[in-house]
């Protein structure tokens, strides 16, 4: 992840964060089915665009 996102300096807590999220709904995806994408986020968008100094 940090990797993909050109080894970002200052955004350890973020991906960590992420990581969390994407480990437990890999765990729990076979009991309650596939996650669904978070509406407030775009497809294709980035995040890190959109933000000042970013």
Excluded: F, L, T
């Amino acid at each position: 992840m940090w990797e993909r996102e050109g080894r970002a300096e200052g955004r350890q807590q973020e991906h960590w964060d992420q990581a969390v999220q994407e480990i437990e709904s890999e765990g729990s995806e076979a009991e309650r089915g596939p996650v669904a994408p978070d509406p407030a986020i775009s497809v294709g968008s980035d995040p890190a665009a959109n933000r000042p100094g970013g």
